[in-house]
C-alpha cells in the first residue's frame, strides 16, 4: 500500500547547529504535505501545510524562521530546524494525503517519525 | 475541521470486542470521520474512514449515527498489539489539501 517515508527516525544534535528531516512519498505524488510535532503523553499538533513548488503556510505561533519548510517535488517535503536549542527536542510527523483513486481513496498516510533530541 | 471528543482512557480484556465512541456533534456535511491509531513512538497508522454509511475492513468496523453526529469504532478482536492512542477526527472531504486536526485520542488498553 501506500507509504510515507521519514528520515531520519532519530537524531542529537548540538544546541546551535540544524537538523533536517526529510519527507517522502513512494507511491504516489502528493502536491500537499503536513508537519506536526508531538511532545511527550500529548497529542499531535499541526506545525505547518507543506505545498510544492509554493511557500508553506504557518499554523499560528509556528516560526516559519525556525522551521524551514521546502517541498521541491511532489515526492519530497523537507523540515529543517534551523539553529536548534533543547526547546525544539520533539517528535516531529510528516503526513501525506494520497489523491483520489479507487485503491488509496483519499488517505492520509503518515511518515514513522523522528525523535529530535537537542543537548 | 469540527471538534471531536473521545474518552481519555479505555480498558478491553484480549479476544473481547473493544467499542471506542467519538462525539462529533458540529460535523458538517461535507466531513468525513476518520480513525487512526498511534502506538508508541510511530507515526499515526489509518483505520479506516466514513461518511455517513457504516464501514468495515480488515482492521475495524465504523458505525455511524443516522444524524452523524457521533460514531463508534469496533475491533472485533482486540489483542495485545491494539493497545494504543485512539484518535477520532472529522475532516473536508474536499481536495487533499485538507488538514487533519487531532484532538486528545482514547488510550485503549488491552488486558491479558
Known amino acids: 500500500g501506500a507509504v510515507v517515508s521519514q528520515h531520519p527516525s532519530r537524531v542529537i544534535c548540538k544546541s546551535g547547529t540544524s537538523v533536517k528531516i526529510e519527507c517522502r512519498s513512494l507511491d504516489f505524488q502528493a502536491t500537499t504535505m503536513f508537519w506536526y510535532r508531538q511532545f511527550p503523553k500529548k497529542s499531535l499538533m499541526l506545525m505547518a501545510t507543506?505545498?510544492?513548488?509554493?511557500?508553506?503556510?504557518?499554523e499560528q505561533g509556528v516560526e516559519k524562521d525556525k522551521f524551514l519548510i521546502n517541498h521541491a517535488s511532489l515526492t519530497l517535503s523537507t523540515l529543517t530546524v534551523t539553529s536548534a536549542h533543547p526547546e525544539d527536542s520533539s517528535f516531529y510527523i510528516c503526513?501525506?494525503?494520497?489523491?483520489?483513486?479507487?485503491?488509496?481513496?483519499?488517505?492520509?498516510?503518515f511518515g514513522s517519525g523522528t525523535q529530535l533530541s537537542v543537548l | 475541521d469540527a471538534k471531536t471528543t473521545q474518552p481519555t482512557s479505555m480498558d478491553c480484556a484480549e479476544g473481547r470486542a473493544a467499542n471506542l465512541p467519538c462525539n462529533h456533534s458540529t460535523i458538517s456535511g461535507n466531513e468525513y470521520v476518520y480513525w487512526y491509531r498511534q502506538i508508541h513512538s510511530q507515526g499515526p497508522q489509518y483505520i479506516i474512514h466514513?461518511?455517513?454509511n457504516n464501514e468495515t475492513n480488515e482492521m475495524a468496523s465504523l458505525i455511524i449515527t443516522e444524524d452523524r453526529k457521533s460514531s463508534t469504532l469496533i475491533l472485533p478482536h482486540a489483542t495485545l498489539r491494539d493497545t494504543a492512542v485512539y484518535y477520532c477526527?472529522?475532516?473536508?472531504?474536499?481536495?487533499?489539501?485538507?488538514?487533519?486536526?487531532f484532538g486528545t485520542g482514547t488510550r485503549l488498553q488491552v488486558t491479558l
Open positions: 503526513s501525506a494525503t494520497s489523491p483520489p483513486s479507487a485503491e488509496y481513496n483519499e488517505k492520509l498516510f
Open positions: 507543506s505545498n510544492e513548488g509554493s511557500k508553506a503556510t504557518y
Open positions: 477526527i472529522v475532516r473536508s472531504r474536499t481536495g487533499t489539501a485538507s488538514k487533519l486536526t
Open positions: 466514513g461518511l455517513k
